[in-house]
């Protein structure tokens, strides 16, 4: 699956930063370019699916809403890019952009970027889990729980929780609070409450134009496996094997970013509808690289596509992992644990 921490040992962690700085700059014309490929076809799609649905084919409807999530999963990868600075040269193009593509893909812009900062500066560090992660134990905290607490924890990892009901439940209902944050003063409330009121008047301009039963078998289908996909590739990206995890003692940036994110090598069509988000290492050793840069970093240093890379097999098999044995360093499935 991965070579591990297997890794040119001229080239320190540290010392990707510099090297990657020469990739940052970001194109107008080719971040306008990429969002034109990206929401004209999920209009497309979304125009198409209600053609089916108002012909009486609710069936095609449901069919065409998979491959029209995978372009909402990329309008949310630019706006991922946004909330780093990344996909305009100009702060406020990115903040407004992303806070427009919030509406679509009912995700409060600031206060996903806020949250999304501190998931990049805690990634892999055992002393600070909990916002921005899935929630991830360590075999001696799972052992040292009750048979309740154990059964949590296996009902928030099994596959239809993290996978289905979860993301459903984290983007229609959770995004609409500033869970977290309650205590976090005016701006993540004002970043929710804004987004909400955008959705609430889209809905109600979709429902008003094609009804509401049609709002439902067209839309949320979308949104809803968009969402599944969003949570699956975010999983991929961090519960791998060979993924790094450490207390706070042994821990640093760059060592997470490099060995604690995976290269999810997909297939080109996946990994042009995940906006290149599978070459995870190097976003998080440098998140300013916009995404349609990503993959000259790997060409330019190949060695780099090693690193922590998993293919689509490969990630089937993450599925079973579940938590970090501290002793053998490596993530393992509830049945090795015990």
Not at 128 to 137: C, E, M, P, V
Not at 228 to 234: A, E
Request: with cysteine; charged share 15%; aromatic share 14%.
């Amino acid at each position: 699956m991965s070579i591990g921490h297997n890794v040119d040992p001229s080239v320190e962690p540290r010392a990707w930063t510099q090297i990657l700085s020469r990739y940052r700059e970001a194109s107008h014309l080719r971040s306008l370019a990429e969002l034109a490929v990206t929401a004209l076809p999920l209009a497309g799609l979304w125009a198409a699916a209600w053609l089916a649905y108002s012909f009486g084919h609710w069936w095609l409807s449901l069919l065409i809403a998979v491959p029209a999530s995978g372009f909402l999963v990329r309008l949310f990868a630019i706006q991922h890019d946004c909330g780093h600075g990344a996909f305009f040269p100009h702060k406020w193009m990115n903040d407004w952009l992303g806070r427009a593509l919030g509406v679509l893909t009912v995700t409060p812009y600031d206060f996903w970027r806020r949250s999304h900062a501190m998931h990049h500066s805690t990634c892999g560090n055992l002393d600070r889990r909990g916002l921005g992660d899935i929630d991830t134990l360590t075999v001696r905290e799972y052992l040292a729980r009750s048979p309740w607490g154990r059964l949590k924890y296996r009902l928030y990892r099994h596959p239809v929780v993290l996978f289905g009901i979860g993301p459903a439940y984290m983007f229609l209902l959770q995004h609409r609070l500033p869970v977290g944050w309650m205590h976090g003063g005016w701006r993540p409330w004002l970043s929710t409450q804004s987004t909400n009121i955008g959705i609430a008047l889209g809905a109600a301009a979709l429902i008003s134009f094609i009804g509401f039963k049609a709002f439902v078998i067209v839309h949320l289908p979308i949104v809803t496996i968009s969402a599944s996909i969003g949570v699956w590739l975010f999983y991929v990206q961090h519960q791998f094997e060979d993924t790094f995890w450490s207390e706070s003692g042994g821990w640093s940036f760059h060592e997470a970013a490099l060995h604690g994110s995976s290269h999810y090598d997909l297939p080109w069509m996946l990994r042009w509808l995940s906006a290149n988000i599978g070459i995870h290492h190097v976003h998080h050793l440098y998140a300013r690289i916009p995404f349609y840069r990503l993959p000259a970093v790997l060409r330019d240093y190949p060695d780099l596509g090693e690193i922590g890379r998993v293919t689509l097999m490969d990630s089937l098999r993450c599925v079973k992992l579940a938590l970090w044995d501290e002793e053998r360093q490596r993530l393992v499935s509830f049945r090795e644990a015990v």
